[in-house]
T-cell receptor, first 109, second 113 residues
Framework: QKEVEQNSGPLSVPEGAIASLNCTYS??????FFWYRQYSGKSPELIMF????GDKEDGRFTAQLNKASQYVSLLIRDSQPSDSATYLC?????????FGQGTRLTINP | DAGITQSPRHKVTETGTPVTLRCHQT?????MYWYRQDPGHGLRLIHY???????DKGEVSDGYSVSRSKTEDFLLTLESATSSQTSVYFC????????????FGPGTRLTVL
């Protein structure tokens, strides 16, 4: 049984700072990892995916994967109030995704 | 949005009645999924489909059935709705061979009284 753990938060970060979201997983064989953002009352939308160890950058977002330690992180630089949302970590296996519970992030102006 | 629609978007029903939720996609994606989302539980997989007439159970399948008679449509049926099935239901799709990114529909909020 694959498991994905996230701190449910809420995580409060001042505007302009770096928000750091973390996720750990139990299955060492997992290869593909995803970060989704979900605004209140809306559906999850894909932010980033990462397959290889190390960092992957896309604009203000950086995903970090460490397979040896079994964690994946999402950094949001220059945080904006519009980044306030729940962030879901997921891993893929056998054409299915397993999601963490999500971390609620609040960016304070 | 990968061309995914869900209907109805909101529904209130009574305990013991059957309910069918519909997911329709225009991307010709092979895989389709039904999730429920509840506070404290995140997204949990109910059933999924890997092709027309090919379906399998997820982690919370009891009380639910699915059907997929066409590539574009995936139906979720609550055979006899219970209050514990009050939730937000999301449909998702995933593309062809080598693709592992899921895209979500707008969701259906179901209340069982």
């Amino acid at each position: 049984q694959k498991e994905v753990e996230q701190n449910s938060g809420p995580l409060s970060v001042p505007e302009g700072a770096i928000a750091s979201l973390n996720c750990t997983y139990s299955d060492r064989g997992s290869q593909s990892f995803f970060w989704y953002r979900q605004y209140s009352g809306k559906s999850p939308e894909l932010i980033m995916f990462i397959y290889s160890n190390g960092d992957k950058e896309d604009g203000r977002f950086t995903a970090q994967l460490n397979k040896a330690s079994q964690y994946v992180s999402l950094l949001i630089r220059d945080s904006q109030p519009s980044d306030s949302a729940t962030y879901l970590c997921a891993l893929e296996g056998a054409q299915k995704l397993v999601f963490g519970q999500g971390t609620r992030l609040t960016i304070n102006p | 949005d990968a061309g995914i629609t869900q209907s109805p978007r909101h529904k209130v029903t009574e305990t013991g009645t059957p309910v069918t939720l519909r997911c329709h996609q225009t991307e010709n994606h092979r895989y389709m999924y039904w999730y429920r989302q509840d506070p404290g539980h995140g997204l949990r997989l109910i059933h999924y489909s890997y092709g027309v007439k090919d379906t399998d159970k997820g982690e919370v399948s009891d009380g639910y059935s699915v059907s997929r008679s066409k590539t574009e449509d995936f139906l979720l049926t609550l055979e006899s709705a219970t209050s514990s099935q009050t939730s937000v239901y999301f449909c998702a799709t995933m593309g062809g061979v080598g693709a592992d990114t899921q895209y979500f529909g707008p969701g259906t909020r179901l209340t069982v009284l």
